[in-house]
């Protein structure tokens, strides 16, 4: 029986180096501009979710063609935070018009850039939605 536990020592410790290969291998077949939907690690605006909202509010520019219309509503913005945290590929999903749609795009293009997400401890590229509120006050 002691002669089996160095060969189940040496077979587990091979699998866990081969596991980390395939999974380095697998990252390195993606092709760079794809993005994941989910990490393992999901993108984060620096400072957190907080931060983000306190940028936002400072840096939105109500459109004065909304004002006029009193328009108000959620302006939903999907982006990519690529594996250096910049942003790319930004569209606006449901669409309000009024300027609502290009101030939540300026908006987010304008956000400094992010902590990436990760997937096996590699920084990838992934999708990301978030609501862009505008109130009236």
Known sequence: MKPLVPLL???TLFGLNQN???AQSYMDSIPKKTALYFADKMPEFPGGRIAMETFIRKNLQYPTEAKENIIQGKVFVKFIVNSDGSISDILSLRRMGYGLDEEAIRLVRSMPNWIPGKQNGIAVN???TIPIKFVLN
């Open 9 to 11: 020592f040496f077979f």
């Open 20 to 22: 980390k290969a395939i």
């Open 126 to 128: 992934v999708y990301m």
